[in-house]
């Protein structure tokens, strides 16, 4: 599953230079496919085709956020989710609606990372 900030987060921003796919943003900032990743443009396979530089909304406006669809858990990168590691307030914690397999998190970085 991915991981998810919560509202106890106090903006501190140790999460968001150990994210190795760049999924975690500071509240208010808008995020993108591309960033941090190896992505150009995001084709969703309903005919809708984004670009990995198109600015996205952010998820959260008060706090840092996690974008789930970028993050792996650290999967393939660290035996724990980085972002948990480093929290002081242990606010990083697993997204119940959001859960994921080992594979499909393997899978989700190989793309993000055109690791083919």
Known sequence: MAIMI???????GACEPECPN???YEGGVEWTW???T????VD??????V???APQAPVSNEFYYIVSDKCTECVGFHEEPQCAAVCPVDCCVPDPEHV??????LAKK???HAEE
């Open 34 to 36: 591309g960033g941090g």
């Open 6 to 12: 919560t509202d106890e987060c106090i903006n501190c």
């Open 51 to 53: 670009s990995g530089k």
């Open 22 to 24: 760049t999924a975690i």
């Open 110 to 112: 190989s793309w993000l």
């Open 44 to 49: 969703f396979g309903d005919g809708t085709v």
């Open 38 to 41: 190896s992505l150009e443009e």
């Open 100 to 105: 994921e397999e080992e594979d499909t998190l």
